[in-house]
């Protein structure tokens, strides 16, 4: 039966030992020095012992040397490293099996047999080993050794299960405590000997601490900086947000273009506590980026440019070559009536071939005029309100002779529109596109023009089902002169631009859609409220 008296002096022993290992701890004692307070309680309360703490290493699976007042160095040097295993002693037993082993005799137990030799040589007998379990599992063992053959009795149970728990919270406050100084450590590196300028603010960005990169970047010392607010010493260029850019006007007067980014530090409420500031000097890639936009900048004009002659020459070759023909006409047929007395018939003949040449070429006066105007932004219109469905009809009534001449058909669909446009223009545009379709369609083939309406605008769309647009072709349907490589004498290749110029300069726009083999679909959008391009002379 145990003794009161004893439990007695376990228990004030045990409440010194806690109270002076708790001091320890708090006040930052190395972990050897806990450990060996720890292993020398034990011994003063059960005399004749002697007491090793092993530590657990997770990665090698060993047990490294933690503490052993009284044993022998030489004992204790050799099981530093100890690999755990079922049969490596009582202590790699006990942390591979995570159970307490008790080795009454070392010569007889069968754990021991590597290690009965160097066990006799230092006189030791027993040894009872128990598992250290810290926060995440097995940390250490707790051993004590006799140096006769020994059972541990239920206080000698009781005392080492209480100083193993105090090792654990030892060990796992070094292991915490060591974590957070290798953090701050690493911290203070990351911060110190950064290249980025940073500070740690307040969470108002009052400044704190700065390090020696942002100090140099702002020309100003620590203590100039202290307790400046960040958002007042740089000037945003925008909204407060992370990241952000800002403007520093330099001491030496420089103007710096930077890019901060905050980060916020919780406290244990979650609310910050502190902010991370990560200053930018980008004025150096700023410059290389205007320089770069300036460099391209001037190359795109240099290409507009040189593209603009070649379009002015492409164009005069292109007049040249449309007005040549019924000038030509004009000529022949002038000179055919003023040097021969021609018939009544042919001189009428002949003065029908002029008044068709001189309309070819006011008609082509006037596109490329409209052409002019529409890029210069003066094109006179006159918009009114306007029922769309009476323009496609007078538009289909027009060109009901070219289709019956072509073996076309019209199809007219749709439901009523209003808008407000140019009559004349869009009737221009709507002659244009359905003669196209009519054109280029297939004998036996058909054009349907629908009208319709989409949110505050009116749209007509021409179907055809002839021969449509290879996608090479779409991209230059808007190329003025350019037909597309059809071999025609209708038209000089303004039609499609110009009505493309037409509708936009009414506030509207015009879409093309084509397949080969499956026919092109014109979809001419026009606003039903009164929203003339800007710009453009309404006169």
């Not at 990560?278 to 795109?300: C, F, H, S, Y």
Request: net charge negative; charged share 25%.
């Amino acid at each position: 039966m145990t003794d009161v008296r004893d439990t007695t002096t376990d228990t004030e022993a045990l409440l010194r030992a806690q109270s002076g290992v708790l001091e320890q701890i708090a006040g930052g004692a190395p972990l050897a020095e806990v450990l060996t307070e720890v292993a020398t309680t034990l011994e003063r309360l059960m005399p004749g012992c002697h007491c090793s703490i092993l530590l657990l290493d997770v990665a090698s699976a060993t047990l490294r040397h933690g503490a052993a007042p009284s044993l022998p160095a030489a004992y204790s040097s050799s099981i530093d490293g100890l690999s755990i295993g079922r049969d490596a002693g009582s202590c790699g037993a006990a942390a591979y099996l995570g159970v307490p082993v008790v080795a009454e005799d070392v010569t007889t137990d069968p754990r021991w047999v590597r290690y009965r030799a160097l066990a006799g040589a230092h006189g030791l007998r027993s040894c009872w080993s128990t598992p250290i379990r810290g926060r995440d599992g097995v940390v250490g063992t707790f051993a004590v050794y006799h140096e006769r053959s020994h059972q541990p009795s239920p206080r000698e149970r009781e005392l080492v299960g209480r100083l193993t728990h105090l090792a654990s919270v030892a060990i796992d406050h070094d292991a915490l405590f060591g974590a957070l100084a290798d953090s701050e450590e690493r911290f203070r590196r990351a911060f110190d000997d950064n290249v980025v300028g940073m500070a740690i603010t307040e969470p108002d960005s009052a400044v704190t601490r700065t390090n020696a990169a942002l100090r140099d970047l702002l020309g100003r010392t620590e203590y100039e900086l202290a307790g400046v607010r960040l958002d007042e010493l740089l000037n945003a260029s925008g909204p407060p947000r992370t990241p952000y850019e800002a403007k520093l006007h330099h001491p030496d007067g420089r103007t710096l273009d930077l890019v901060v980014s905050l980060s916020p530090v919780a406290g244990p409420d979650g609310v910050p506590v502190r902010m991370i500031a990560n200053v930018l000097d980008v004025t150096q890639r700023r410059a290389a980026e205007r320089e770069r936009r300036a460099r391209r900048e001037a190359d795109v004009a240099r290409q507009a440019a040189e593209q603009a002659s070649r379009a002015k020459t492409d164009f005069v070759a292109a007049l040249g070559h449309e007005l040549r023909t019924p000038l030509q006409a004009v000529t022949g047929f002038t000179e055919l009536l003023g040097s021969l007395d021609l018939p009544p018939e042919r001189r009428r003949a002949a003065l029908d071939h002029i008044s068709t040449a001189a309309g070819h070429i006011l008609a082509m006066v006037d596109d490329i005029l409209d052409v002019a105007r529409i890029e210069a932004r003066a094109l006179p219109l006159h918009p009114a309100d306007l029922d769309v469905a009476t323009v496609v009809t007078d538009v289909v009534h027009l060109l009901e002779p070219l289709a019956e001449a072509e073996n076309v058909r019209f199809v007219r669909d749709g439901e009523p529109a209003t808008a407000h446009c140019d009559e004349r223009r869009l009737k221009q545009v709507l002659l244009n596109l359905a003669g196209n379709a009519v054109r280029y369609n297939r004998p036996g083939g058909t054009v349907t023009v629908t009208t319709g309406t989409a949110p505050g605008a009116a749209v007509v769309t021409v179907t055809d089902d002839g021969r449509g647009i290879s996608p090479d072709h779409l991209r230059r349907l808007f190329t003025p002169f350019d037909r597309l490589g059809v071999d025609t004498e209708q038209g000089i290749g303004l039609g499609l631009p110009l009505a493309k110029g037409l509708i936009e300069a009414m506030g509207g726009h015009l879409a093309v859609t084509s397949a080969p083999g499956e026919g092109t679909t014109v979809a001419v959008t026009v606003p039903r409220r009164k929203s003339v391009a800007a710009n453009h002379n309404p006169r």
